[in-house]
């Protein structure tokens, strides 16, 4: 059993039978009017299993395209946590702001475009909440990927290929979109990524430090970037430069 469950066996029974397990679901957002309103609907309207509570925090990254409007008026109506960045930073610098307003024991992270699918919460935190898992990744290609990209595609695997080899693990999709995280490993390793990063660096801390990578399959419907898909091919060597990086530092 991971390090982390040895402590508790679940979210559920830390909490108490009585008391709600918070998932907080982080949503960066970068100019996504195509999109934003319809993202934040599924989540909202999302189901978790039996016992959970759900925390919705948004972290608007400078969009200048009439997103903050609409992110403004679900704050108003108490539907999200609200934190509006003066400038674009970044997908990572806004992960981590979004995790100091997080107050969930379970943190999950949801992209603000249509490529993923709410609908599939409780199938990627259920692991944790059985204390089967203390880091969850929902695997596109072991689910039904639908239109990525053909250099898209190569990327992933090339760079799921390095992860594995660079740090002895088995998994089949290190830059998934969705990523469910116990609240103390992410209190354990310091983050420090700005853009794309996030996956490399986070997985590369998180294998370090011993923490198994637990998959579950999850459906994807990709898009290009003609449809809004901001991550570029330059991104591709920023992550094997981080991948490098923290396997041989520290």
């Given at each position: ?239 094997i430069y981080t991948l490098l990086r923290y396997?041989?530092?520290?």
């Open positions: 059993m991971p390090e982390l469950m040895q402590q508790e066996a679940s979210a559920c029974s830390r909490t108490g039978p009585h008391s709600p397990v918070r998932i907080s679901i982080i949503i960066p957002v970068y100019n996504e009017i195509r999109y934003i309103s319809e993202v934040l609907k599924r989540v909202i309207e999302a189901p978790l299993p039996v016992g959970c509570e759900k925390e919705i925090v948004v972290i608007d990254d400078g969009s200048t395209d009439g997103t903050t409007a609409v992110l403004r008026k679900l704050r108003d109506e108490k539907l999200v946590r609200l934190h509006e960045s003066l400038r674009n930073s970044g997908k990572g610098t806004a992960l981590r702001i979004g995790l100091r307003l997080a107050t969930g024991q379970i943190i999950l992270v949801q992209d603000a475009d249509l490529e993923y699918d709410p609908k599939e919460y409780s199938r990627l935190v259920q692991p944790t909440l059985e204390g089967k898992a203390d880091v969850v990744y929902g695997s596109r290609f072991r689910g039904t990927p639908e239109h990525m990209q053909l250099p898209n595609l190569v990327a992933n695997k090339i760079l799921t290929w390095l992860a594995n080899i660079l740090y002895g693990v088995r998994t089949t999709d290190v830059y998934t979109g969705y990523k469910v995280f116990r609240r103390e490993v992410l209190d354990r390793i310091h983050l420090e990524c700005k853009r794309f990063e996030f996956c490399s660096e986070v997985t590369a801390k998180v294998c370090k430090a011993g923490i198994a990578i637990f998959e579950v399959p999850i459906t994807y419907r990709g898009r290009s970037a003609r449809e809004g898909k901001k991550i570029r091919w330059y991104d591709g060597f920023e992550a396997r041989f530092s520290g």
